[in-house]
């Protein structure tokens, strides 16, 4: 379908849908600095017309056709990225819909979830990690504890965002170091295809309005935060995560699944970081069953859960 622009409150954002409006909706949520091509068009349809289910992607502030400031002067915070969310689905006249977020955008979607509850009939937490670091429910000191034990990121990753240097004025430049960085965000244990990355991020490059704003979010202030802990959320959550996630390793996912109540875990062998096209069938199908289940307290994993971190 055509992208359609909207805007409210002075604030202009691109959004796309895919399938009937009178179904399901599912609201996808990308990582802060990553537009919405980064949940492929063919991810979309395959959601889209395997429910059936009413899928919405769009850009985020400074990705993409969405409003773009000046690089360094963002003049918004991370809790406007949140609010967005809701912005975007009042624009489709839809009162509440299923979250599906990855990596930041998890973040943003449990911030979603304790801030704008009525908006969220369900979770769906893709490569993340909790937005409340250190928040517990316990009373005791072993879950924070364990919290800030949470295993960093892979040497390989931090020797890439320490070292990485790209000029971004230059576009093939550009397009070399977010490929480079694609690579390292795939975790190195299944092939990585160069050609399908180098084909997404040259799409992204060219079609945003200024690829060097999205640098933006690494500025964003958080806003304030939320008076509720991840033990409040009520909905049905999902989480999956990528055994060899080199931003966050795998624990994050455990924890994250720990926090928040009667949530389940789909672990995916071998996958890194985001939404590899080799697990589509089998997140499409986890999305699919989650969203279509009345059984908020079903503790079964689905396919491929369990599998152990290594």
Known sequence: MAERMIETAGIRLCTESFGNPSDPPVLLIMGTGASMLWWEEGFCRMLAEGGPRFVIRYDHRDTGRSVTHEPGRPGYSGADLVDDAVRVLDAHGIPAAHIVGVSAGGALAQLL??????????????????????????????????????????????????????????????????????????GGRRPFDETAARGLVRRDVERANDFAAARNHDLLPD??????????????????HGTADPMFPFRHGEALAERIPAARLLALADAGHGVERADWPTIVAAILDHTGSTDTGSTDTGAGAGEGAS
Not at 137 to 157: G, I, Q
Not at 224 to 234: D, F, Q, T, W, Y
């Open 113 to 186: 979830a304790l801030d704008h509850a009525r908006c969220v009939l369900s979770l769906v937490l893709i490569s993340t990690s909790s937005a409340l670091p250190g928040d517990s429910d316990s009373d005791s000191d072993s879950d924070s504890d364990r919290d800030l034990d949470l295993p960093p990121p892979t040497e390989e990753f931090m020797r890439f965002v320490a070292t990485a240097r790209v000029d971004w004025s230059d576009a093939d430049a550009v397009i070399d170091h977010q490929v480079a960085y694609a690579r390292v965000l795939a």
């Open 223 to 240: 806003g304030e935060p939320p008076r509720a802990s991840l033990s409040s959320i009520a909905v049905p959550t999902l989480v999956i």
